[in-house]
């Protein structure tokens, strides 16, 4: 008979422990721990680990004898998801989408099989569903006009049974909808704590590799942006996604957290509508505010790229006097720390005072970004609302400003003005260095500034403030 034993497992780290525990002692998360019965069978592991090695192990060969060739992507047809994989999937590829419940994850993946399905008729595509009936998922199909012949969908919680229709469908692409949602049949413990989402995905893991499968594994995160369940999935897969939203759930947006057959910084936006999810191609129209030619204190744009995607952003900010015995500093869409070191180096080099105020920060949009290159414009738009002063409406600001005030180069500089251009503006403040260095100046009235005084004498004008 099969003996039992129990051990209490951290549901964020997957420590294990045999006696209950507040606070987990590898990750210090607190209240994680939750105790899971285990079968324990003499030779079990070590079958299941001889398992997992005959199927797609190796004979060990020196580095030059191993064959290095360039691998077989096959496009998505979806251009924002294939900018992200690096131009498409790859045989064996297991890829882990992750986001909030509700947010489109299911959506994508089934327009993304029918297309998939479209390209390799010859091969079919297997659509798991652990969260939904056969029902539901042919009505979202039809809602969102998905057709194919070689999809194959299944409604499946067992592991056991889902291999099975593995080896009986033969699938060159597989999604599984979501991995938290299958158990394997020779654990006891429940579907998603981690020792269950760990051995199904190492499962998925040998067939995927063994086979040359693409796997898709769907997962949830937390409210805290967190994986649900087990950190270790990110570990065994290959690749990495992260689905979030942007300006109130207008926009959503796919990110690369883990790549190992394409870029990490590369940045995926898509739409959803009745239809299901809509590419977003030009993405200037949602971070940059409506511009209606009329000029406000506070607002000053610039432009941030992402990966290869340059982007149209619009920095607001807000200076009041403050009500407190300590102002507040509040930041949107960028690190709060880089924005105190910048309204330091304006109390510093401009003269602003602001020990009496309150400064808010934000870009319009909900975009998040970590691009220095914006530096400049959040300067310039707190200074010009704390003077009242407003800027120009056709000039982009683009620069890293120093510790010290001055106004550092700027990387693809001519990509960013050319986005500027585009979108109808005339004139650009931009480092002095990279001005010089300019080849071409795309449409615009390129000047360059050397420190951050000479930048607000040229765009602020009209203050009782003295710098």
Known sequence: ???????????????????????????????????????ARPGAAAGAAARRMTDFSSEAVALKDAPAEAEARTSTDIGEFDRLLGGGVVPGQVLLLAGPPGIGKSTLMLQAAARLCAQKTQRPVLYVSGEESLRQVSSRAQRLGVRGDSLFLLCETDLGKILAAVARVKPWLMVMDSVQTVFHPELTSSPGTVAQVRECAAELLRVAKATDTVVFLLGHVTKDGMLAGPK?????????????????????????????????????????????????????????????????????????????????????????????????????????????????????????????????????????????????????????????????????????????????RVPHLELRLKEAAKAGFHRALVPARCAKELSRKPGLEVTGVADLRSAAELIIKGSDLDI
């Open 232 to 408: 270790v999935l990110e570990h065994i897969v290959d690749t990495v996604l992260y689905f979030d939203t942007e300006r109130h759930d207008l926009l959503r947006v796919l990110r690369a957290q883990k790549n190992r057959f394409g870029p990490t910084d590369e940045l995926g936006l898509f739409e959803m509508g009745e239809k299901g999810l809509k590419e977003v191609n030009d993405a200037s129209r949602f971070f940059l505010a409506d511009r209606d030619g009329k000029t406000q204190p506070g607002r000053v744009p610039s432009v941030t790229i992402e990966g290869s995607r340059s982007m149209l952003v619009e920095v607001q900010s807000l200076v009041v006097h403050t009500k407190y015995p300590l102002p507040r500093r509040m930041a949107t869409g960028m690190d709060l720390n880089r924005v105190l070191v910048l309204l330091a180096a304006m109390e510093k080099h401009l003269r602003l005072r602001l020990e009496d105020r309150d400064v808010f920060v934000s870009l319009a949009g909900g975009l998040r970004i970590k691009d220095p290159a914006v530096d400049l414009a959040v300067c310039l738009a707190v200074m010009s609302s704390a003077r009242e002063a407003p800027v120009p409406a056709d000039w982009i600001m683009l620069g890293e400003v120093g510790l010290l005030g001055e106004v550092g």
């Open 1 to 39: 008979m099969a003996r039992l034993k129990t051990v209490h497992r951290c549901q964020e780290c997957g420590y294990s422990a045999p006696k209950p525990m507040g606070q987990c002692p590898d990750c210090s998360a607190w209240n994680t721990m939750i105790e899971e019965v285990v079968e």
